[in-house]
C-alpha cells in the first residue's frame, strides 16, 4: 500500500530534551516536507526536500533540522525542544507536479 | 509575498444546501490548484485538484472552478451531508523552482442535519 509512515504519533516531552520524528514513504518520491499545524494557523511549512540531500527552509524553519540521505526517510529533529513547538506535525511527499500524500500526524507536546 | 488567502474561515450549512468555500492567490504563474479535507484527529486528504489549463472539474457533487485572470479558484459542494463536516484547505503551486505548495488557512465546514 502507498503511503507515509511517521512515527510517533504521540510524543510528550520536556524542555531541551533532542527527540526525532521519522517519516518514510514507499511511492518514490523525489519531493517531502514537513508541516505544522497549529490551532487558527493552518499549515505551515517548516522543510522540504527536492531529492536526497537537497533541503531548503519552507515559512518556520527555526528550531527544527532535516535531513535527506536517503530518498524515503525524511527525518525532523528538535535539537532542543522548546513549548512553543507544541504542535500537530505532518510529514507529506509527492512527486512533480502531482498531489501531496500526507502521513497521518504527529502529536507533540512539549512542557 | 506568496500566499493563498481562503476565505470563510467558517461555514455552517443545512444538510442539502450548497457550500463554497473560495481562495485567491498571489503567483500568476501558479498552475495547480489541490483542495484538501481535513477530518478531526486525521491527516488532510486531496477531494479534488484541478490545472490551470482547465477552467472547471467536477467529481460527483464537489467541483473546482478557476479564474486565472483574477487568480482565485472555488470548491463548490452541492446536497451537502453531515459527513461533509470537515475542515477544507486550498492550495495553490508556486513555480520557480521550489514547487512549493502553499496552503490557504482552511475553512471550518458544518452540516447541521
Known amino acids: 500500500e502507498a503511503q507515509v509512515t511517521q512515527n510517533p504519533r504521540y510524543l510528550i516531552t520536556v524542555t531541551g530534551k533532542k527527540l526525532t520524528v521519522t517519516c518514510s514513504q514507499n511511492m518514490n518520491h523525489e519531493y517531502m516536507s514537513w508541516y505544522r499545524q497549529d490551532p487558527g494557523l493552518g499549515l505551515r511549512q517548516i522543510y522540504y526536500s527536492m531529492n536526497v540531500e537537497v533541503t531548503d527552509k519552507g515559512d518556520v524553519p527555526e528550531g527544527y533540522k532535516v535531513s535527506r540521505k536517503e530518498k524515503r526517510n525524511f527525518p525532523l529533529i528538535l535539537e532542543s525542544p522548546s513549548p512553543n513547538q507544541t504542535s500537530l506535525y505532518f510529514c507529506?511527499?509527492?512527486?512533480?507536479?502531482?498531489?501531496?500524500?500526507f502521513g497521518n500526524g504527529t502529536r507533540l507536546t512539549v512542557t | 509575498g506568496e500566499n493563498v488567502e481562503q476565505h470563510p474561515s467558517t461555514l455552517s450549512v443545512q444538510e442539502g444546501d450548497s457550500a463554497v468555500i473560495k481562495c485567491t492567490y498571489s503567483d500568476s504563474a501558479s498552475n495547480y490548484f489541490p483542495w484538501y479535507k481535513q477530518e478531526l484527529g486525521k491527516r488532510p486528504q486531496l477531494i479534488i485538484d484541478i490545472r490551470s489549463n482547465v477552467g472547471e472539474k467536477k467529481d460527483q457533487r464537489i467541483a473546482v472552478t478557476l479564474n486565472k485572470t483574477a487568480k482565485h479558484f472555488s470548491l463548490h459542494i452541492t446536497e451537502t451531508q453531515p459527513e461533509d463536516s470537515a475542515v477544507y484547505f486550498c492550495a495553490a503551486i508556486l513555480r520557480g523552482g521550489s514547487e512549493k505548495l502553499v496552503f490557504g488557512k482552511g475553512t471550518k465546514l458544518t452540516v447541521n442535519p
Open positions: 507529506a511527499s509527492r512527486s512533480y507536479n502531482s498531489p501531496l500524500h
